[in-house]
Nanobody, 115 residues
Framework: QVQLVESGGGLVQPGGSLRLSCAAS????????SGWYRQAPGKQRELVAT???????NIADSLKGRITISRDIGKNTVYLEMTRVQPDDTAVYYC?????????WGQGTQVTVSS
């Protein structure tokens, strides 16, 4: 059974930083395009960043300069770091692993940016 478990969400002050983690069981991230998407209230789910099997990173244009995505193969975990967060970054952040005809999602972690 495949599980992607996100952690690290919560309340963040504007201008601060956040770090999210996604640990996988049942699959190995190194064999998948893995990454993060987010969905704000009333909006469609959108790409944040992904990391391919060869390590190539893809970051949403609107977020470039504020995002770092990384992968720890030994821990089978993908990380997302975001700096200079703003209220518009408030959303549920989802971990994803895509490959081999399969598309796996975590349950999501809420990030709220507010003072």
């Amino acid at each position: 059974q495949v599980q992607l478990v996100e952690s690290g969400g919560g309340l963040v002050q504007p201008g601060g930083s956040l770090r999210l983690s996604c640990a996988a069981s049942g699959i190995f991230f190194r064999f998948y395009v893995s990454g993060w998407y987010r969905q704000a209230p009333g909006k469609q789910r959108e790409l944040v960043a992904t990391i391919a099997t060869n390590g190539r990173v893809n970051i949403a244009d609107s977020l470039k300069g504020r995002i770092t995505i990384s992968r720890d193969i030994g821990k089978n975990t993908v990380y997302l770091e975001m700096t200079r967060v703003q209220p518009d970054d408030t959303a549920v952040y989802y971990c994803n692993a895509d490959g081999g005809g399969n598309d796996y999602w975590g349950q999501g972690t809420q990030v709220t940016v507010s003072s």
